[in-house]
């Protein structure tokens, strides 16, 4: 079991930049790889980027690669997504994720535990 909770999110105009937080329970399902999914209402889940455990090495979406970067902190129990130059399709939930083990995948059946969300609004 793992607990996960996202923090940041808010509101800002397009051009900015907002942080996003995860904090997350030590232990074995929060041992693998950890990622951000966001979802707009009608919409199925989009994968956002990822991190494994150890290494941190990193997978990103196309559509905010070079503008959002994923980081974790296993010494704080926290991942974080750094997310700059927003776009207004950039407004969703997003959503924390972990899985015990496996690879980088972004497709969100593969991660077992997930955060309530955090809401990411662009707009002018």
């Known amino acids: 079991q793992a607990d996960l909770k996202e923090s940041g999110g808010g509101s800002v105009e397009p051009g900015n930049s907002l942080k996003l937080s995860c904090a997350f329970t030590?232990?074995?399902?929060?041992?693998?790889?950890m990622a951000w999914f966001r979802q707009i209402p009608g919409k199925e889940r989009e994968f956002v980027a990822a991190?494994?455990?150890?290494?941190?090495?990193?997978r990103y979406a196309e559509s905010v690669k070079d503008r959002f970067t994923i980081s974790r902190d296993n010494n704080k129990f926290t991942i974080s997504l750094q997310m700059d130059s927003l776009l207004p399709e950039d407004t969703a939930t997003y959503y924390c994720?972990?899985?015990?083990?496996?690879?980088?995948?972004?497709?969100?059946?593969?991660?077992?535990?997930w955060g309530e969300g955090a809401q990411v609004t662009i707009s002018s």
């Open positions: 994720a972990a899985k015990p083990r496996g690879s980088l995948s972004p497709f969100d059946h593969g991660y077992e535990y």
């Open positions: 030590r232990g074995p399902a929060t041992s693998g790889p």
């Open positions: 991190v494994s455990s150890i290494r941190h090495s990193t």
